[in-house]
C-alpha cells in the first residue's frame, strides 16, 4: 500500500516535470530565449541532450532506450 503511495507521487511529480519542461519550450519559442522569467535557454539545453544521446553511439542508445521507459505509460 505504502509503496503504491510513492510510486503515485513518483509518477505525478515526473508528470508535472515533463509538462513544466514542455510550457517553457513553448514559452521560449513564443518569447525567445531572453524571457525574464526562464532561467536558461531551454531549447539549447534539450538540443545539447539530443546530441549527447547521438554521439554516444551504441552507449547512447541504450541510455535513451531507458530514459524513453520511464515516460511510457502503461
Known sequence: MLMDTVTGWIRKLTEAGVAAIALAVVVQ?????????LPGDVIANLT?????FGTGG???????????????KK
Do not use: C, H, K
Not at 519559442?29 to 522569467?37: E, L, Q, R, T
Not at 552507449?59 to 524513453?68: K, R
Open 58 to 72: 551504441f552507449t547512447g542508445l541504450i541510455v535513451l532506450i531507458i530514459v524513453a521507459g520511464f515516460f511510457i
Open 48 to 52: 545539447s541532450l539530443v546530441n549527447m
Open 29 to 37: 519559442v513564443i518569447f525567445g530565449s531572453g524571457a525574464a522569467f
